[in-house]
T-cell receptor, first 112, second 114 residues
Framework: GENVEQHPSTLSVQEGDSAVIKCTYSDSASNYFPWYKQELGKGPQLIIDIRSNVGEKKDQRIAVTLNKTAKHFSLHITETQPEDSAVYFCAASDFGNEKLTFGTGTRLTIIP | DTEVTQTPKHLVMGMTNKKSLKCEQHMGHRAMYWYKQKAKKPPELMFVYSYEKLSINESVPSRFSPECPNSSLLNLHLHALQPEDSALYLC?????????????FGPGTRLTVL
């Protein structure tokens, strides 16, 4: 089955700086890679996703890059703000599947 | 309405109790999910319902019994739980099952088993 590793487990950045979270996956059949943000006391919320036919996707301050050859994908947050503080989970799966495999999570803290 | 609601928010139960968790969505979604999340861990899939039929059971112990009475409601019946079952239980829904469909999560029920 799929295995997703996520690094780092904790990350602190100064407000206004960029944050990068990295994930690697094991199953070459995986072709869908979402990122979820979980704030304290809330359920995870999808913030961006990428499919394997695309190398990069951007949405305002958030971008995701995918390297299928190396089997890794990354989340980039630019101009970080205090409200970006949360736990971020990457995930991987293939479209024939009903199940997402989540990474272990990254606790991001933005220092004002 | 893009909200998944879950009740109760908190639940404390003894090992001999029977209780139920409830989940509701009015987005017309036909797939609903139960996840278990332990502290500082990612969500773990327990069950998937697709068009009110159970399509995935991730080898969950029988003390957890899911039910999907209609397309808007999802229940999780609990009986004879163990202290290690204490966790945040998350419900989610998506337009249909299958990855690629955004899953909308509820805020969860924090369960404590004494």
């Amino acid at each position: 089955g799929e295995n997703v590793e996520q690094h780092p487990s904790t990350l602190s950045v100064q407000e206004g700086d960029s944050a990068v979270i990295k994930c690697t996956y094991s199953d070459s059949a995986s072709n869908y890679f979402p990122w979820y943000k979980q704030e304290l006391g809330k359920g995870p919320q999808l913030i961006i996703d990428i499919r394997s036919n695309v190398g990069e996707k951007k949405d305002q301050r958030i971008a995701v890059t995918l390297n299928k050859t190396a089997k890794h994908f990354s989340l980039h947050i630019t101009e970080t703000q205090p409200e970006d503080s949360a736990v971020y989970f990457c995930a991987a799966s293939d479209f024939g599947n009903e199940k997402l495999t989540f990474g272990t999570g990254t606790r991001l803290t933005i220092i004002p | 309405d893009t909200e998944v609601t879950q009740t109760p928010k908190h639940l404390v139960m003894g090992m001999t109790n029977k209780k139920s968790l409830k989940c509701e969505q009015h987005m017309g979604h036909r797939a609903m999910y139960w996840y278990k999340q332990k502290a500082k861990k990612p969500p773990e899939l327990m069950f998937v319902y697709s068009y009110e039929k159970l399509s995935i059971n991730e080898s969950v112990p029988s003390r957890f019994s899911p039910e999907c009475p209609n397309s808007s409601l999802l229940n999780l019946h609990l009986h004879a739980l163990q202290p290690e079952d204490s966790a945040l239980y998350l419900c989610a829904s998506s337009r249909t099952s299958g990855v690629g469909n955004e899953q909308f999560f509820g805020p969860g029920t924090r369960l404590t088993v004494l």
